[in-house]
C-alpha cells in the first residue's frame, strides 16, 4: 500500500506537544520576567477594591467605569462586577463611578500605605420601578450590551440576548439575525441554518462560545449551525468585526461570540426564573396537513443560580444550572419550477415539482457553570453545556413531473410539444420521456449529540493578570434514516400532462393529456428504496493562556502575550443500503397522506408510506425487492474517512490609553497542520456481473488496497492595530485594520480520486491548500446618549486574496511504484484545487438604538432599534474575468433590521422586522437566463406581555405574521422558480423569577 506525495513529513503528536511546551514555557518565563521587573510598590501607596451592582436588577455589572479624577486613574469592572485601582497615593480621594442608563454615584475613601481599601457601589436610576423587574431587566441586559461595546478596544457589535423579547424558538440564531451586517441562510423549515457576516458566507466565519470555536454540524464543514443551541444559557452575543491578536483570526466576515454570565455576578443569595410556552399552528390560519394534525408543542426553561460561602469564605462560590426543553414542530410546501435555458420568450417549464414536509425538532439541553473565587486574586471555573436535538419523526412527500432537461429542443420526438407552448402553459405529450415520479422520505433519523467541557483559571499577581483554559467539546451525529424510514420512488412513465399558470402561478392546473391516469396508483411501479444511516463526529481538544501586564508608566500602557492549541479530529461512516423492485405489479398506497396541492387544487396524488415496505432495514416482503448488496460494501469504503486538524498559536500585543485616545496592536501567527486518510477506487475496478456475483469479493478487490493517507500545512501571521478617540464625551471615533482568514472546507484534505482515461486526467484534493486572507479596514463614529441608546455609522473595507480554483494543473504523475498512487496513471496531467484570484467587499452600517424614558406620560415606555447594511463587491474571485456585486452567488447587497417596543404599567409589546434584499443564487456567464436569484425577504414578528405580578408573567408572540414564503426566480423575475411556504404560528406563555 503506498501513499500520496507528501510535501514534508508531519511532525509527530510528541513533536507537536513538545513545540506547544516550548511556546507556554517561553509565556510562563515571560510573566515571571515581568513580575520581577515590576518595581516593588512604595510604601506610601496602596490600593481600592471593591464592586459594582445594580440596585434595582440585583446584578454585579461588568464594564462600569471607577474613576479618581483627581489622579486620572481609572478601571473597569470585570464580569462579576469586581474592580481593583492599584498604585493609589495614601490619603482621601473621591471615586466617581459611572454606567449607561444608572445615575453616577460619588464617594471619598481613604486609603492607607501598604493596604487595600475596600468600596462597594450600588448603582440606581430614577426611572426604575422596582416592581417592574421584567422592564427592568431589558433595560439592563441592554445598558449592559452598550456599555461593553462603547468600552471595547476594537470594532464589534454587543447585545443581549432579552433584547428582542420572547422569539419563537429561543435559539441563539433569532438572534444573530438581528446583527448589523449579519443574514441568516434559511433552510426549507425557515430555520437558521448558518449565516452570512458583511457578504461572507458561514462556512469562513467562526462561531464561539466564550471564545472558544464550536463543533461544525457536518463532520467535514466549517459551518457551525446554532438553532439547536437555546439562548437562554447565554447573556450576550458579540459580532467581532475588527480581529485583535489575542483571538482566533479565522473568520472572514466575522467573528460571533455567545457569552455565559458569571453564576458570581449577582447580589441575591439565590434566583429561580422560569418560563413555560406551547407553540400552536391555529386552524383559523393556513397550515399544510401534516402540521394541521399537529398542532400544539411545548418549550420550557428553567434557571436556578445560587451564590454560596465555601472553605472559610462569603459568597465566593457561585453555580448556575440551565434546564431547557423544547419541540420546534414545523410544517412547509414548496414548489420547484425548472425553465428552458433560454433569455428569449416564451420559455416551457420542463421540471415541475411539488412538496409537503413535517418535522418536529426536539431539543433538551443542560447547562452548568460553576465559578470559585479561591481568593482575592484567583477564580477557577468550569462550565459544563450538554445538549441533544433529534428530529424522529419528519416526512416528506414529493411530486415530480419533467421531461428532458433544461436544454432540450422541442420537437417530433421530444415531449414537449412545439409550437404549443407559452409563457403560462406548457404541453408535455404521452411518450417515453414524459415522467411522473413520487418520492417518499421518512421517517427521518436525526441525533445530535454535544458535550462541551471549559475549565478555566484566573490570576492576578500585582500588576500581572493570567487566564488559562483547557477546553473540550464533541458532537456526534447520527442521521438519515435510521432503522424505520428510508426514501422510496415510484415512477409513471408515458403519462402525458399540462401546466397552465394562467390564473395562478404558485398553484397550477395540472391537466392530462394521454396516457396511464397519473393519479391511479396502479399505474405506478417502484425503482429504488435506499435507507441511509450516516455517522459523523467532531471532537475538539483546547488549550490556551495569556498573560496581561500593566506598565508602570505615567499614562496605562499593558502588554499581553499567549499562546494556544487546538486539535480537532472529523470522521464520516455510512452503513447505507439500497434495494431494486423485482416485483412486477403496483405497491398499495396510502389513501389518508393528504398533501397540501390536494386542499389548493383539488387533485389527487397517489402516496406511498416506506413503512408500509420495510421495517428494521428489512423488506417485509422480500420477494419483491433485491438489494444491491455491492453498493452497501463499497459504502464501507467510500463513506469511511478521517481528518486532523492541529493549530499552533503564539500572539503579542500592546494597548495604551493617551489622554482621550486608545491604542491596541500587535500580531498572532498561527500554524496549521493536517492528516487525513480514505479509500479511493483502483484504477480498473470490478464490473457489474462481478459486483452481482460477489459484491463483497469485488468491493474488497476496488478498494481495500487503495488506502490513501495526505498531510499538509500552511503558516500565517495576522497583524492589526485598533485606534480610538473620545471627540467628545458622548462621541467616539474607530479606525482599525486588521488581518483575517477563512480555512477552506476539511474535506479538502481527504484524499480522492477522479480519473478520466480518455483525457489522460486525475484529479485529486489538495491538503495544501491555503486559507482565503482579508486585509480589513474599518471607520466607525459612535455616539452614545442617555438613558440608554446609541448611534452609529460604520464603512468597512476588505480586500481579500487567495480564493479556491478548482480544476487547475498541478504536475504529472511520475512513473514508478512509488508514485503515491500504486504505479498507476503515469504521465496522466495531476488536476486540484488552488489558490488564485482577488476580491473586494466593501459597504456601510447605520445603527440606532434608543429607550425613550425622557418622554413624558404613555410615551416614555417607547424603545426603537434599527440597522441597515449595503455592501458591494468586484473582483475576479480565482476566475479569468471580473464580476460585481449581481454576479456573485450568494453575495448579499442589502439588509436591516427594526424593532418598535412600548410599555405601560403592566402591558408591553414588541414588533420586530427582517429586512433581506434581493440576490443571485447560481450564476452562468454564457447562459444569464439560467441564473437564479432570491426575491427580497421580509419577516415581522410581533409580541404582547402582561405582567401579573413580579413574579409572573403571561406572554403571546406571533411568529412570521404575514406567512412570508421564501421565493426564488430563474433568470427573469416573472418565472417564479420555487416558493416554500412554512406558516404562520402563535406562541403562548408565563415566565417569571423569584
Do not use: C
Not at 439565590?270 to 391555529?282: D, E, H, I, T
Not at 495569556?546 to 506598565?551: G, L, M, S, T, Y
Request: aromatic share 12%; glycine share 10%.
Amino acid at each position: 500500500m503506498t501513499q500520496t506525495p507528501l510535501r514534508r513529513p508531519l511532525r509527530s503528536a510528541s513533536a507537536r506537544w513538545s513545540g506547544l511546551s516550548r511556546r507556554l514555557t517561553a509565556l510562563v518565563v515571560f510573566g515571571v520576567v515581568l513580575v520581577m521587573a515590576a518595581p516593588l510598590q512604595a510604601a506610601e501607596t496602596g490600593s481600592i477594591s471593591g464592586t459594582v451592582s445594580n440596585t434595582a436588577s440585583g446584578n454585579l455589572l461588568e464594564g462600569a467605569k471607577v474613576a479618581v479624577p483627581a489622579l486620572g486613574l481609572t478601571a473597569l469592572t470585570d464580569e462579576t462586577g469586581l474592580f481593583n485601582l492599584t498604585n493609589v497615593p495614601a490619603g482621601a480621594h473621591e471615586l466617581v463611578v459611572s454606567y449607561i442608563g444608572l445615575d453616577a454615584a460619588r464617594a471619598t475613601v481613604t486609603v492607607e500605605g501598604g493596604r487595600r481599601a475596600v468600596r462597594n457601589f450600588d448603582l440606581t436610576s430614577g426611572v426604575y420601578q422596582l416592581q417592574e423587574f421584567r422592564v427592568t431587566g431589558e433595560r439592563e441586559g441592554g445598558a449592559a450590551a452598550i456599555t461593553l461595546q462603547r468600552n471595547a478596544e476594537n470594532v464589534k457589535n454587543i447585545v443581549a440576548m432579552d433584547s428582542y423579547g420572547n422569539l419563537p424558538n429561543m435559539n441563539a440564531g433569532e438572534v444573530a439575525i438581528r446583527l448589523p451586517g449579519v443574514v441568516g441562510s434559511f433552510g426549507d423549515e425557515n430555520l437558521v441554518d448558518g449565516f452570512t457576516v458583511r457578504g461572507i458566507g458561514s462556512g469562513l466565519n467562526t462561531i464561539t462560545l466564550d471564545g472558544s470555536p464550536l463543533t461544525s454540524q457536518g463532520a467535514y464543514g466549517r459551518s457551525t449551525n446554532i438553532n439547536n443551541l437555546t439562548g437562554t444559557m447565554f447573556d450576550q452575543m458579540e459580532l467581532v468585526k475588527g480581529h485583535t491578536p489575542d483571538k482566533g483570526a479565522d473568520s472572514l466576515g466575522g467573528t460571533i461570540n455567545l457569552k455565559s454570565r458569571s453564576p458570581l455576578s449577582m447580589r441575591e443569595k439565590r434566583r429561580l426564573s422560569y418560563s413555560a410556552s406551547v407553540r400552536w399552528a391555529p386552524p383559523f390560519l393556513e397550515q399544510v396537513p401534516l402540521r394541521e394534525a399537529h398542532r400544539a408543542h411545548p418549550l420550557f426553561n428553567v434557571q436556578w443560580q445560587e451564590l454560596f460561602g465555601v472553605l472559610g469564605g462569603e459568597r465566593n462560590l457561585g453555580v448556575s444550572m440551565n434546564l431547557f426543553y423544547s419541540e420546534n414542530a414545523v410544517g412547509g410546501f414548496r414548489t420547484v419550477r425548472d425553465f428552458q435555458n433560454t433569455t428569449g420568450s416564451p420559455a416551457y417549464v420542463w421540471d415541475y415539482r411539488t412538496w409537503d414536509n413535517y418535522n418536529n425538532r426536539k431539543q433538551l439541553s443542560l447547562n452548568l457553570k460553576t465559578d470559585y473565587r479561591l481568593s482575592a486574586n484567583t477564580k477557577l471555573s468550569l462550565n459544563t453545556v450538554l445538549n441533544d436535538a433529534n428530529e424522529t419523526f419528519r416526512r416528506q412527500y414529493e411530486t415530480r413531473a419533467y421531461t428532458g432537461n433544461q436544454n432540450t429542443v422541442p420537437g417530433a420526438a421530444t415531449g414537449v410539444v412545439p409550437g404549443q407552448y407559452t409563457d403560462k402553459i406548457t404541453v408535455v405529450r404521452p411518450v417515453a420521456a414524459a415522467i411522473i415520479e413520487q418520492t417518499t422520505t421518512g421517517p427521518g433519523n436525526f441525533y445530535n449529540r454535544m458535550r462541551r467541557f471549559d475549565l478555566g483559571a484566573e490570576q492576578t499577581f500585582g500588576r500581572l493578570q493570567l487566564d488559562y483554559n483547557a477546553v473540550y467539546t464533541q458532537t456526534n451525529i447520527n442521521g438519515g434514516s435510521g432503522g424505520r424510514g428510508g426514501i422510496l420512488i415510484n415512477r409513471l412513465t408515458g403519462s402525458g400532462w399540462i401546466l397552465d399558470r394562467t390564473d395562478n402561478d404558485l398553484h397550477p392546473r395540472f391537466l392530462p393529456n394521454g396516457g396511464p391516469d397519473f393519479t391511479n396508483p396502479d399505474n405506478y411501479r417502484p425503482t429504488q428504496y435506499t435507507n441511509t444511516n450516516l455517522q459523523n463526529n467532531n471532537t475538539r481538544k483546547e488549550l490556551r493562556g495569556n498573560a496581561r501586564f500593566e506598565v508602570p508608566a505615567s499614562f496605562p500602557l499593558h502588554f499581553k502575550a499567549g499562546a494556544s492549541w487546538r486539535e480537532q479530529y472529523a470522521d464520516n461512516a455510512s452503513v447505507s443500503r439500497r434495494w431494486n423492485f423485482a416485483g412486477t405489479a403496483a405497491l398499495p398506497s396510502d389513501p389518508t397522506i393528504v398533501s397540501y396541492d390536494y386542499v389548493k387544487t383539488g387533485r389527487r396524488m397517489p402516496y406511498w408510506e416506506p413503512m408500509q415496505f420495510f421495517w428494521d432495514r428489512q423488506p417485509r416482503n422480500p420477494s419483491l425487492w433485491r438489494e444491491d448488496q455491492y453498493y452497501h460494501y463499497q459504502n464501507n469504503y467510500t463513506a469511511n474517512r478521517a481528518v486532523t486538524e492541529w493549530v499552533t498559536a503564539g500572539y503579542g500585543m500592546a494597548q495604551a490609553r493617551l489622554g482621550r485616545a486608545s491604542l491596541l496592536a500587535g500580531v498572532r501567527t498561527e500554524r496549521t497542520e493536517m492528516e487525513a486518510w480514505g479509500y479511493v477506487r483502483n484504477r480498473f475496478g470490478s464490473t457489474t456481473a462481478q459486483q452481482t456475483a460477489d459484491p463483497q469479493g469485488s468491493a474488497d478487490r476496488d478498494y481495500a488496497n487503495a488506502l490513501r493517507k495526505s498531510r499538509g500545512d500552511y503558516t500565517k501571521s495576522f497583524p492589526s492595530a485598533h485606534l480610538a478617540y473620545d471627540l467628545t464625551a458622548n462621541l467616539k471615533a474607530r479606525l482599525s485594520w486588521s488581518t483575517s482568514f477563512g480555512r477552506p472546507a476539511l474535506n479538502n484534505a481527504t484524499p480522492n480520486e477522479t480519473v478520466n482515461e480518455a483525457n489522460q486526467t486525475l484529479t485529486i484534493n489538495n491538503p495544501n491548500l491555503r486559507p482565503q486572507y482579508a486585509d480589513n479596514w474599518d471607520a466607525v463614529l459612535e455616539y452614545y446618549f442617555e438613558p440608554v441608546g446609541n448611534v452609529s455609522v460604520s464603512w468597512f473595507h476588505k480586500e481579500i486574496r487567495d480564493y479556491i480554483v478548482t480544476g487547475t494543473n498541478v504536475g504529472t504523475v511520475p512513473t514508478g511504484t512509488d508514485n503515491g498512487f500504486n504505479g498507476e496513471y503515469p504521465g496522466f496531467t495531476l488536476l486540484s484545487s488552488a489558490n488564485a484570484g482577488t476580491a473586494v467587499v466593501q459597504g456601510w452600517e447605520f445603527v440606532y438604538q434608543q429607550q425613550f424614558t425622557f418622554l413624558p406620560g404613555l410615551w416614555k415606555g417607547l424603545g426603537a432599534s434599527a440597522n441597515y447594511t449595503l455592501i458591494e463587491t468586484r473582483g475576479n474571485f480565482g476566475g479569468t474575468t471580473n464580476r460585481s456585486t449581481n454576479e456573485v452567488p450568494g453575495f448579499i447587497p442589502r439588509t436591516g433590521n427594526a424593532s418598535l417596543s412600548w410599555r405601560y404599567r403592566k402591558f408591553s409589546t414588541r414588533v420586530l422586522y427582517n429586512y433581506v434584499g434581493a440576490y443571485i443564487t447560481s450564476y452562468n456567464a454564457t447562459s444569464p437566463g439560467y441564473n437564479n436569484y432570491r426575491y427580497k425577504y421580509q419577516t415581522v414578528t410581533a409580541g404582547v406581555a402582561w405582567q401579573h405580578r413580579p413574579t409572573l408573567q403571561f406572554t403571546i408572540d406571533v411568529g412570521n405574521v404575514f406567512n412570508e414564503p421564501q421565493r426564488l426566480y430563474r433568470g427573469f423575475a416573472d418565472r417564479m422558480s420555487t416558493t416554500i411556504l412554512n406558516g404562520t404560528t402563535i406562541t403562548f406563555g408565563v415566565n417569571g423569577r423569584f
